[in-house]
C-alpha cells in the first residue's frame, strides 16, 4: 500500500461516498497532492435513522479510484462487508489498494474476531485494518480489541490503529470539541502494541475551525499519521456535514502538519 511509504501516514477524504462525482473529484485532488490514501466510508453507523450510506452501490465508485492509483478506504460493519467490497473491486479495479476499519461504535468481539478472519482468508497480504477506539476511555477495552483480531489470526504487522478520542460524557470540555482527546493514554497504546497510530483530526474536533486546533496539540506526539475528513463541497454533505473541510482548508492544514 503506497500509504505506507511516507513519513507520515494521511488519510483523507469524504466522512462518506455520496456520488460517483464525489468519490472521482476526491481522487484526483488527494492524489494532486500525493496523498494516496482516501477515505469514502459505503456505510455508516448513525445515532438515529438518516443516511446510511450507499452501501455496495458505490463499490464501483471504489473500484475506479483504485485504478488511479489511490488506496481507498472504509469502514465495514459486518463481516460480509469485507467480501462484498473485495469481489466487487475485483472485477473493476485493484482489490490490493483497500484500507478497512473497524469504527468505534462496532464493538461486537464477534464481528471483530469474524472481520479479521474474512480478511485473512480474502484480502491481498497488501490490505491493511485499520482499528479506532471505542467510544469511552478504556486502555485496556482497545487493546481487547487488538487482541480479539490477532487471536483470530490476522498479521499484526497489517494492523493500524486510529485514535478519535471518546465521548466528553459531561467532562471537562473547555474547547468544546466533538470527542475528548487522550493522547497520553493513545502513545502508551502504541508503545504496548508495537502499531502505528494515526489521529483522526476531524472527530476530536467536530467542526472545521477547531481542527487546525486539534491538529496543532496532536503535533506535540509522535503520532505516524493523520485522518482528515475532506468533501468537495461540505455544505451539500449528507453526513458531519460542519467538521469536513473543503480544498483549500485542507492545503492550508497539510502546510501546518
Not at 13 to 39: F, Y
Not at 66 to 76: C, R
Not at 127 to 135: A, D, G, S, T, W
Request: proline share 7%; with cysteine; charged share 25%.
Amino acid at each position: 500500500m503506497r500509504g505506507f511509504l511516507m513519513e507520515k501516514i494521511i488519510i483523507a477524504g469524504p466522512c462518506a461516498a455520496e456520488s460517483r462525482k464525489q468519490v472521482l473529484e476526491t481522487a484526483v485532488s488527494m492524489k494532486e497532492r500525493n496523498i494516496p490514501i482516501v477515505r469514502a466510508s459505503l456505510w455508516k453507523p448513525r445515532t438515529k435513522p438518516g443516511f446510511d450510506g450507499v452501501g455496495a452501490d458505490g463499490i464501483p465508485w471504489l473500484a475506479e479510484a483504485t485504478k488511479m492509483g489511490v488506496t481507498v478506504a472504509t469502514e465495514v460493519l459486518l463481516p460480509n462487508h469485507v467480501t462484498e467490497v473485495l469481489n466487487g473491486i475485483k472485477g473493476d479495479g485493484d482489490p490490493s489498494q483497500v484500507l478497512f476499519w473497524l469504527g468505534s461504535r462496532n464493538q461486537s468481539h464477534l464481528i471483530q474476531r469474524e472481520v479479521a478472519s474474512r480478511m485473512k482468508e480474502e484480502a491481498p497480504e497488501t490490505v491493511k485494518l485499520m482499528i479506532k477506539n471505542q467510544p469511552w476511555n478504556d486502555m485496556n477495552h482497545w487493546l481487547g480489541i487488538v487482541d480479539h483480531v490477532t487471536d483470530a489470526g490476522f498479521p499484526p504487522e497489517r494492523i493500524l490503529l486510529c485514535h478519535r478520542g471518546f465521548y466528553p460524557n459531561g467532562g471537562e470540555n473547555p474547547m468544546g470539541l466533538r470527542n475528548i482527546p487522550d493522547f497520553e493514554m493513545a502513545m502508551r497504546v502504541r508503545e504496548l502494541t508495537g502499531l502505528p497510530m494515526l489521529v483522526d483530526l476531524s472527530h476530536i474536533a467536530g467542526s472545521v475551525d477547531k481542527v487546525p486546533l486539534v491538529a496543532n496539540e496532536a503535533r506535540q506526539y509522535d503520532m505516524d499519521g493523520y485522518m482528515i475528513e475532506v468533501h468537495p463541497n461540505p455544505s451539500v454533505a449528507k453526513s458531519d456535514a460542519k467538521q469536513q473541510l473543503n480544498i483549500n482548508e485542507f492545503d492550508r492544514l497539510l502546510k501546518q502538519l
